[in-house]
Antibody, heavy 120, light 106 residues
């Protein structure tokens, strides 16, 4: 059974940092693009970042470029999102998803989400 | 960036109704469009890809159509479990984008 389990969400002050993790199981992580998507309270879905199977090719939404870094450890079956210089507008539930935007996966599996709150 | 505009933003319907949701892209995306369903407090569920291909395990009451800039999601006979928010999503070009959502209420 495919499972994605996020962790690492917390209350953090503006300007602070946080690292989210996504533990993958039930499939071979190294064969899929992986994604982070966020949802601010009461708002719609916003794609944040994608990373290719080899961990080299990466894409970000403009609002997080230079502040967030997506990475992966295929051997550990894990996906990460390092978030620096956090702002109030980064407050959201963060989901990891399998293969959003790729020809395999396409967003077929999502984790349950982890809440990041940026506030003083 | 490609903007995805859904209409309506919300609708009220009865059990058994046929419901159609529209999604328009700000530029042509071929058939690189997916639909997701989301219930409160839950992760999105993948319904349709390539504009009209039903994901495995998704009931056939869901159908999608369209190409280029105009797309639709149809639910042929609304059931209680279908009351949710639906999002379209383009994956033709980075940044990937979602529509604003359509909330389907009783």
């Amino acid at each position: 059974e495919v499972q994605l389990v996020e962790s690492g969400g917390a209350l953090v002050q503006p300007g602070g940092s946080l690292r989210l993790s996504c533990a993958a199981s039930g499939f071979t992580l190294s064969t899929y693009w992986m994604s982070w998507v966020r949802q601010a309270p009461g708002k719609g879905l916003e794609w944040v970042a994608n990373i290719k199977q080899d961990g080299i090719e990466k894409y970000y939404v403009d609002s997080v470029k230079g502040r967030f870094t997506i990475s992966r450890d295929n051997a550990e079956n894990s996906l990460y999102l390092q978030m620096n210089s956090l702002r109030a507008e980064d407050t959201a539930v963060y989901y990891c998803a399998r293969g959003l935007g790729s020809s395999t996966g396409r967003g077929d599996y999502w984790g349950q989400g982890t809440l990041v709150t940026v506030s003083s | 960036d490609i903007q995805m505009t859904q209409s309506p933003s919300s609708l009220s319907a009865f059990v058994g109704d046929r419901v159609t949701i529209t999604c328009r892209a700000s530029q042509g995306i071929g058939n690189d469009l997916a639909w997701f369903q989301q219930k409160p407090g839950k992760a999105p569920k993948f319904l349709i890809y390539a504009a009209s291909s039903l994901q495995s395990g998704v009931p056939s009451k869901f159908s999608g159509s369209g190409y280029g800039t105009d797309f639709t999601l149809t639910i042929s006979s609304l059931q209680p479990e279908d009351f949710a928010t639906y999002y379209c999503h383009q994956y033709n070009t980075y940044p990937l984008t979602f529509g604003g959502g359509t909330k389907v209420e009783i």
